[in-house]
Each structure stands twice: as structure tokens, then as C-alpha cells.
């Protein structure tokens, strides 16, 4: 089965520093796609990053970027520059599919 | 382009009553699917729809059942009403499936009282 986990409940960091979410999940399978989802207090949950498995090199989206280390099973999410806007759950996913997704870790950034 | 709509985007209902849920998805999208968002549980899976037809089912007792229809619109029913059925239910929406880019709507929060 598949799990995803979030260790990090929640953290906070002072706005324009860079700051990392952690993320493990178990799979047996080889090629599959991974996601990170932003939910600001809205409740709308917005795609930040996608990851196919199979491409080495990790996905980048602006001030976002993943460090996807498959033989861990690891793909944690890098935000540069932190910006207000930014604070919100953060969710890891997995599909499967369906999606599977994390317990979330709460962003704070700090003015 | 419109984003995914999910109507009503709040609801309270009573122990027992039955409630329906929609999600209209954006516009040239044919997959639909639903997750239950709580406090306990996090976000689950409840189903997913591709063309009509149901694709993928979670772990939910069969009081939760949708359909789709032709247009790709969705809906949920939630038959006989418990307390812990309380939740932000999300309707997500994609080209095909597997889904490998879903856009969620802003959700439907029920309450059961």
C-alpha cells in the first residue's frame, strides 16, 4: 500500500529565507508521479510542483524546486526567497492513482 | 478558462438527512474526483469518474455514491447523514486520467448536526 509521510507538522521562517518541507513514501512501483499542493487558508488547494519518477532531474517552478532522491524515497520541496503569500498546509501526494496524500506541514513565514 | 466550481460551498444538515454535492469541472476536462478533507483523517479519496463511468473507489461506506454526467459534471450524494460525515469535501479536475495534473475546486464544507 501506498503511504506518504510529513514529519514536519509545522514550521515557521522569516520572510526571504529559504526553507525545506520533508516528505517520504513507500511504493513498490518503478515509475510514478509526485506532487506538492498548497493550501492557503482559502481552503483552495493550488498544484505547486509535479515530479515524474522517471526523470532524473528534479522540477522547478519559480522560487519552487524538489529534491527527489527515488532509491530513498524521499521528495522534499524547496521554497527560495519565502514571500507572506507563501504561508499556508503544504501537502505531499502521491499517485497512484488516486492521489494519496500527506498529513501536511503548516507554513508560517514571518514578516 | 473557468476554474473547477463546486456548489454549494457551504451546507448544514441534520443527523440522518441525505445531501448533494456538485462540482462542475474545467471546461474540456472528462475526469472528476472527490476527496473528503477532516481535522482527524486528512484528505481521503472517495471516487474518481473518467466519461460517465466510475474509475476508482476509496474506502468509503456505500452511503457515499456520485455519478457523472455527460457534460463531465459531477455529483456526490451522502445518504443518511452522520456526525463525523462533517468535512471539507474537494472536487478535483483533470483531461484524463490517470490524473497527472488535477485542479481542485474550493470546496464544499458540510456540517452535520
Known amino acids: 500500500a501506498q503511504t506518504v509521510t510529513q514529519s514536519q507538522p509545522e514550521m515557521s521562517v522569516q520572510e526571504a529565507e529559504t526553507v525545506t518541507l520533508s516528505c517520504t513514501y513507500d511504493?513498490?512501483?518503478?515509475?510514478?508521479?509526485l506532487f506538492w499542493y498548497k493550501q492557503p487558508p482559502s481552503r483552495q488547494m493550488i498544484l505547486v510542483i509535479r515530479?515524474?519518477?522517471?526523470?532524473?532531474q528534479n522540477a522547478t517552478e519559480n522560487r519552487f524546486s524538489v529534491n527527489f532522491q527515488k532509491a530513498a524515497k524521499s521528495f522534499s520541496l524547496k521554497i527560495s526567497d519565502s514571500q507572506l503569500g507563501d504561508t499556508a498546509m503544504y501537502f505531499c501526494a502521491y499517485l497512484a492513482p488516486p492521489l494519496f496524500f500527506g498529513t501536511g506541514t503548516r507554513l508560517t513565514i514571518i514578516p | 478558462k473557468a476554474g473547477v466550481t463546486q456548489t454549494p460551498r457551504y451546507l448544514i444538515k441534520t443527523r440522518g438527512q441525505q445531501v448533494t454535492l456538485s462540482c462542475s469541472p474545467i471546461?474540456?476536462?472528462?475526469?472528476v474526483s472527490w476527496y473528503q478533507q477532516t481535522p482527524g483523517q486528512g484528505l481521503q479519496f472517495l471516487f474518481e469518474y473518467f466519461s460517465e463511468t466510475q474509475r476508482n473507489k476509496g474506502n468509503f461506506p456505500g452511503r457515499f455514491s456520485g455519478r457523472q454526467f455527460s457534460n463531465s459534471r459531477s455529483e456526490m450524494n451522502v445518504s443518511t447523514l452522520e456526525l463525523g460525515d462533517s468535512a471539507l469535501y474537494l472536487c478535483a479536475s483533470s483531461l484524463t486520467v490517470p490524473s497527472y495534473e488535477q485542479y481542485f475546486g474550493p470546496g464544499t464544507r458540510l456540517t452535520v448536526t
Open positions: 471546461s474540456g476536462h472528462r475526469s
Open positions: 515530479q515524474e519518477a522517471y526523470k532524473q
Open positions: 511504493t513498490s512501483e518503478n515509475n510514478y508521479y
